[in-house]
C-alpha cells in the first residue's frame, strides 16, 4: 500500500499539470538492489519516451542511467544533485529529527501515548529537496502554492472523483479515501498509470 499510495499520489500530481500524461512503472522488489533497480530503469528506458524518471528505491542506479541517457530525474530520500548536474531536478526527502525529536521528548516527559496516526504535510517530517537549475522557471513558486494548500488541509491528494487505472470510479466525487485504506489495502492503481508486468 505505502508504495502504490506513492506512485498513485505522484500520477495525480502528474496528471494535475497534463491531463494526458502517462506513468509507467517498473518493479524492482528492492529497496537496494543496484542491478535489480536498474534493470527496471532500462526495460522502462527501452520501452517508452520516457520525459522524467522518479523511484521508490535507495539505489542510485536509476539516477546513474538517467544521466547517461540525458532524462530528467527525480531522486529519493537524499539530495543528490551534485551527484548528477545535468538531469537531477529534485527529491522528497525526510526530515526525521522533526517526527523523532518530539516524540522523544514525551517519553522523557512520561506523556508518550502510543497508537496509530497520520503525520500532517505541516510537521515538517517530509520535504522537498532544492530545485536545481534544471527545473523550469516558475515551477518552484507553482510547488509552493501547493505545499501551502497541503499544510493548511485545503487540499486531500486523494478526493474524489479518482478512477482507477481501468476505468472504475474508485473514489466518488466530494468524497475522500479512508486512513484504514490508504494505509493497509490500497491496492489498485490510479487513471494513468501502466504498470509493466
Same mark, same amino acid.
Given at each position: 500500500?505505502?508504495?502504490?499510495?506513492?506512485?498513485?499520489?505522484?500520477?495525480?500530481?502528474?496528471?494535475s499539470?497534463?491531463?494526458?500524461?502517462?506513468?509507467?512503472?517498473?518493479?524492482?522488489?528492492s529497496?537496494?538492489?543496484?542491478?535489480?533497480?536498474? %534493470?527496471?530503469?532500462? @526495460?522502462?528506458?527501452?520501452?517508452?519516451?520516457?520525459?522524467? =524518471? &522518479?523511484?521508490?528505491?535507495?539505489? *542510485?542506479?536509476?539516477?546513474?542511467?538517467?544521466?547517461?541517457?540525458?532524462?530528467?530525474?527525480?531522486?529519493?530520500?537524499?539530495?543528490?544533485?551534485?551527484?548528477?548536474?545535468?538531469?537531477?531536478?529534485?527529491?522528497?526527502?525526510?526530515?526525521?529529527?522533526?517526527?523523532?525529536?518530539?516524540?522523544?521528548?514525551?517519553?522523557?516527559?512520561?506523556?508518550?501515548?502510543?497508537?496509530?496516526?497520520?503525520?500532517?504535510?505541516?510537521?515538517?517530517?517530509?520535504?522537498? %529537496?532544492?530545485?536545481? @537549475?534544471?527545473?523550469?522557471?516558475?515551477?518552484?513558486?507553482? =510547488? &509552493?502554492?501547493?505545499?501551502?494548500? *497541503?499544510?493548511?488541509?485545503?487540499?486531500?491528494?486523494?478526493?474524489?472523483?479518482?478512477?482507477?487505472?481501468?476505468?472504475?470510479?474508485?473514489?466518488?466525487?466530494?468524497?475522500?479515501?479512508?486512513?484504514?485504506?490508504?494505509?493497509?489495502?490500497?491496492?489498485?492503481?490510479?487513471?494513468g498509470?501502466?504498470?509493466?508486468?
Amino acid at each position: 500500500s505505502e508504495v502504490i499510495r506513492g506512485i498513485n499520489a505522484f500520477t495525480l500530481g502528474v496528471k494535475s499539470v497534463n491531463p494526458d500524461a502517462s506513468v509507467y512503472v517498473e518493479w524492482c522488489n528492492s529497496w537496494t538492489d543496484d542491478a535489480a533497480a536498474g %534493470a527496471a530503469a532500462e @526495460q522502462l528506458f527501452d520501452a517508452h519516451a520516457i520525459d522524467v =524518471i &522518479a523511484m521508490h528505491t535507495d539505489s *542510485l542506479r536509476v539516477l546513474e542511467l538517467a544521466e547517461e541517457r540525458g532524462v530528467w530525474s527525480i531522486g529519493y530520500n537524499l539530495d543528490n544533485a551534485k551527484e548528477f548536474p545535468e538531469t537531477y531536478l529534485t527529491a522528497p526527502v525526510w526530515q526525521w529529527e522533526n517526527y523523532y525529536e518530539p516524540y522523544i521528548l514525551k517519553c522523557l516527559q512520561g506523556k508518550f501515548k502510543g497508537n496509530n496516526y497520520w503525520e500532517g504535510a505541516n510537521t515538517g517530517v517530509v520535504g522537498l %529537496a532544492p530545485l536545481t @537549475q534544471n527545473v523550469k522557471d516558475g515551477v518552484g513558486t507553482l =510547488i &509552493a502554492e501547493k505545499r501551502e494548500q *497541503l499544510e493548511s488541509g485545503m487540499v486531500d491528494v486523494f478526493y474524489g472523483p479518482i478512477r482507477d487505472n481501468e476505468g472504475n470510479l474508485r473514489v466518488a466525487e466530494g468524497e475522500s479515501m479512508s486512513d484504514a485504506v490508504m494505509l493497509n489495502s490500497f491496492d489498485w492503481y490510479v487513471e494513468g498509470v501502466v504498470v509493466h508486468e
